[in-house]
C-alpha cells in the first residue's frame, strides 16, 4: 500500500465549478500535511498547509481527519489557471523528508 | 521567502557520459537538501537526503554509486548522475527547507528542476 494515495483523476471541469480532491495516508504518525500544486514540467509549489480545524485561503479549503488519515482540498469557483496537477504530501513526526501522493490532474475547461 | 537555485534546468548527455546537477540555497542555510527524481506522469520519489559535512542517507533502491551526492557547504549540494543511460532520463528536482525563519506549516521549497535527456 502506498503511503500516501491520492484520487486519479483526471478531473475535467467547466470553468466556474466546485472540485473536491481527496487523500488518504497511511502512517499514523504522520505530523504535517500539504498540498502543492506543479504545472506541466514545472517544481511542484505549496498551496496549503492542512490543519485538524480546516483552512481557508480564498477559493481553496483543505481539511484534515486524523482519525480517518484523510485529507481533502476543496476549489470554488475553478478558474482556468487552476489546470495542474495538485499533489497530497505528508511530513512525519521526527522525519523532515516529504512523501507525495501521486497527483491528481485537473483541467478546467472554458 | 527561501529560494532554491538548481542548474542547469535541462540537459542531454550521451550514454555512459556523467552530468552534474546544482542545488543552491540563495538567502538562506540548507543543512539538508533533498533529492527527489520525477518520471513522466508519476509522483516525487524521493532518491537521497544530503547533509553538510556528512554522507547523504539514500533511499531503498537508489544505488549510491550512481549517484553521487556532495553536500559541499550550507548553501550547496550536487547530484551526479554518473554512466548515464536512457533509463536515467527524468526530472530531477532538490528542495530544502529554511529551519531559522520558517515554520513546520510552510513547507519546502524546491529548485526548479532539471531535465535530463540521455541519448
Known amino acids: 500500500r502506498k503511503e500516501v494515495e491520492q484520487d486519479p483523476g483526471p478531473f475535467n471541469v467547466p470553468e466556474g465549478a466546485t472540485v473536491a480532491f481527496n487523500c488518504t495516508y497511511s502512517?499514523?504518525?504522520?505530523?504535517?500535511f500539504f498540498w502543492y500544486r506543479q504545472d506541466c514540467r514545472k517544481e511542484p509549489k505549496l498551496l496549503m498547509s492542512?490543519?485538524?480545524s480546516g483552512n481557508e485561503d480564498g477559493r481553496f479549503t483543505a481539511q484534515l481527519n486524523r482519525a480517518s488519515q484523510y485529507i481533502s482540498l476543496l476549489i470554488r469557483d475553478s478558474k482556468l489557471s487552476d489546470s495542474a496537477t495538485y499533489l497530497c504530501?505528508?511530513?512525519?513526526?521526527?522525519?523532515?523528508?516529504?512523501?507525495f501522493g501521486q497527483g491528481t490532474r485537473l483541467t478546467i475547461n472554458p | 521567502g527561501a529560494v532554491v537555485s538548481q542548474h542547469p534546468s535541462w540537459v542531454i548527455c550521451k550514454s555512459g557520459t556523467s552530468v552534474k546537477i546544482e542545488c543552491r540555497s540563495l538567502?538562506?542555510?540548507?543543512?539538508?537538501m533533498f533529492w527527489y527524481r520525477q518520471f513522466p506522469k508519476q509522483s516525487l520519489m524521493l532518491m537521497a537526503t544530503?547533509?553538510?559535512?556528512?554522507?547523504?542517507?539514500?533511499e531503498q533502491g537508489v544505488e549510491k554509486d550512481k549517484f553521487l551526492i556532495n553536500h559541499a557547504s550550507l548553501t550547496l549540494s550536487t547530484l551526479t548522475v554518473t554512466s548515464a543511460h536512457p533509463e536515467d532520463s527524468s526530472f530531477y528536482i532538490c528542495?530544502?527547507?529554511?529551519?531559522?525563519?520558517?515554520?513546520?506549516?510552510?513547507?519546502?521549497?524546491f529548485g526548479s528542476g532539471t531535465r535530463l535527456t540521455v541519448v
Open positions: 492542512v490543519y485538524s
Open positions: 544530503s547533509n553538510e559535512g556528512s554522507k547523504a542517507t539514500y
Open positions: 528542495s530544502a527547507r529554511d529551519l531559522v525563519r520558517d515554520r513546520d506549516d510552510y513547507g519546502y521549497t
Open positions: 538567502d538562506f542555510q540548507a543543512t539538508t
Open positions: 502512517n499514523s504518525a504522520s505530523q504535517s
Open positions: 504530501v505528508v511530513n512525519t513526526r521526527g522525519a523532515q523528508k516529504l512523501v
